[in-house]
């Protein structure tokens, strides 16, 4: 941050302080955060030849912002990338602007790169159902069997993401009926828990050897710390491999194919947005997508004239 003027820097962290504060970010997103806007603010000192003010930041041109993202572009950034940091820029612009009472447009105004959107992957409901029956059968040890099956179930079931099926406490069983869980941004959702989910936490419950203890992790390892989520990819891995699955069946997979079967089952999108934890519907929409492809799919396959 040298090369960033005293009066950047501090409209830099007063604007990480109030996502934190005030908006509720997690800490990765403002780190990342961060690093996008001071690289622009860097860019912006050896393109000018000095440090630049406040002043300076509410006179950049359309013109410069081009500039920044060819030299990215140049830098070999994909489209992807450019287009995520040109957003924090523009977040960063439009606090500032409210802030100092400049007209943001010249930064606004700018488009992102064009790139396509990967879709999610979800598993068929067929597969889906193989996954929660095979993943048993991948460890010797029948409390750790148990164990996987509860978690897989939880991601299945009520679409939580591993983190948060990780950081499920002693105090948390048995489940309720509604689970209320702390995702990104320390946003607060409530789950519906279905009763497969409930029956297989207190199945691995019953079997596992290390004691319920209120403030520690409901899900144990081996030796009885925290479940680490590599334990779970591994059992995935070797589940897809036994069931011939695509390397797309992750343990997330099982949260995308949550969203994808309520959706095609008729649940509304904002009630899935709200079960899911996104902030914006634009992410949950990514599942509409998702089912058109595959309705485009079975026409194509099966359509007399296709």
Known sequence: MSLISPACRDALQAWIDHGRAIQG????TLTA???DVVEFLSFMTAHRGEPQGLGALEAVTTA????????????GVGARSLARKLSAVKAFYRWLASR????????????PPKFQRKLPRPLAEDAARDVLDTVALQARDGWVAARD????????????????ALGLKGRDA???????IVGKGDKERLVPVLPAARDAVQNYLALCPHPKEADAPLFRGVRGGPLRANAIQSA??????????PSSATPHALRHSFATHLLAAGGDLRAIQELLGHASLSTTQAYTAVDTARLMEVYARTHPKA
């Open 236 to 245: 995935m891995a070797k589940t897809r491999l036994q069931l011939g699955l």
């Open 149 to 164: 099956v509860a978690v897989v179930t939880l991601l299945y079931g009520c679409g939580l993401r591993i983190s948060e």
């Open 25 to 28: 970010q997690a800490e990765a």
């Open 33 to 35: 955060y961060r690093a």
């Open 174 to 180: 048995p489940l309720p009926d509604v689970l209320r």
């Open 100 to 111: 100092e009472g400049f007209e943001p447009t010249a930064v606004l105004s700018v488009r």
């Open 64 to 75: 410069e912002m081009r500039a920044w993202m060819a030299g990215l572009r140049g830098d």
